[in-house]
């Protein structure tokens, strides 16, 4: 290692933590490639710390001199608790059992956002036809194990900041009625319907099951991915019904962060599941719930939306930004 790359504090360890999965990817000097990435099941290891340690083995890496951690979870002080994982932790102990310099932990959204203005034009899917007004507000939103929700809003002279907030546990309701009546049947469940109950994995696994005992269907429970794939293939009605149901929801949320934020920086739909719909996103009724507000469907109409195609990668690189700009203040 370069020894003025160690003053700097590299090599770095980036990490992008979800409730199903870790993944990590190494950079070795400023400016230098993420390389090196590993991904991992959370529920293979008791610790993130073992994870860590796990793939710093796997690889044959050193120990790194700086870490920024993305996680799926509020970042509200020292101790940590995942909201869809058993994992929690002490940051300040985390970095002494490593070994760090330093140690960044915010929301994996947030770092998400962080890494939305580098992302080059074929790594976005637009969909409308909005032009994205430079300098104006971002949101972003996106469906994986959870429902993460973070934005970039302008600073003066700190140029555009990353939100971190907990917008996937807003209530959902919706003015359509199957809908409404779908989300009736969650409230029954679950007490309060949060917009993660839906916009999900496992919410879309809810949806599926919600909609089929509305419409007196008996069905059994199946896996996110499995309706996903019957839904796609268009071989079980209360599967293409309930994943129809999903965009649109989904499109409604998103309409409402868009307007909260005044987001004409356009808005970005991240998370593991949207990317692998393709084209049965662009096709459904994401867009349609999305201007669908009234009033402000011509100011929603002129925001673009765009699919990130590869979050977890973005993550990383987020991640990796948002060290860049911790040094910098």
Not at 11 to 39: I, K
Not at 163 to 191: C, K, N, W
Not at 259 to 270: E, F, K
Not at 304 to 310: C, K, T
Request: charged share 15%; aromatic share 6%; net charge negative.
């Amino acid at each position: 290692m370069n020894p003025s790359a160690a003053s700097q504090g590299f090599p770095r360890l980036l990490a992008d933590v979800g409730g199903t999965n870790v993944r990590f990817a190494s950079q070795l000097s400023a400016n230098g490639p993420l390389q090196q990435t590993g991904s991992y099941a959370c529920a293979d290891f008791e610790s993130l710390c073992d994870a860590i340690c796990h793939h710093l083995w796997r690889e044959g890496l050193e120990r790194p001199r700086a870490s920024a951690i993305g996680i799926a979870t509020p970042v509200t002080g020292d101790h940590i608790r995942m909201t869809n994982h058993a994992w929690t932790f002490s940051i300040k102990a985390m970095q002494e059992a490593l070994g760090l310099q330093r140690l960044l932990v915010l929301n994996d959204f947030s770092a998400l956002a962080l890494a939305l203005p580098t992302l080059h034009a074929d790594a976005l899917c637009q969909l409308g036809t909005g032009q994205a007004v430079p300098g104006a507000p971002i949101a972003l939103i996106g469906p994986g194990t959870g429902l993460g929700v973070s934005g970039l809003v302008p600073a003066y002279g700190a140029g555009l900041v990353p939100l971190g907030g907990e917008g996937g546990h807003v209530t959902l309701s919706s003015y359509e009625p199957e809908e409404q009546a779908v989300l009736d049947i969650l409230q029954q469940r679950f007490g309060h319907v949060s917009a993660e109950r839906a916009l999900s994995g496992p919410g879309l696994e809810n949806l599926y099951l919600a909609l089929a005992q509305l419409h007196g269907v008996r069905v059994e429970a199946l896996a996110a991915q499995q309706v996903t794939q019957a839904a796609l293939e268009r071989s079980d009605a209360m599967a293409d019904g309930a994943l129809e149901m999903f965009c649109s929801l989904l499109g409604g949320v998103a309409g409402n962060l868009a307007l909260t934020l005044g987001a004409r920086g356009g808005v970005y739909i991240g998370g593991g599941i949207v990317p692998r719909l393709g084209a049965r996103f662009s096709e459904s009724k994401f867009r349609r719930s999305f201007e669908a507000k009234g009033r402000f469907r011509a100011y929603l109409s002129d925001i673009p939306s765009y699919v990130v195609r590869s979050s977890e990668q973005a993550a990383l690189q987020g991640a990796c930004r948002a060290l860049d700009l911790d040094t910098a203040h």
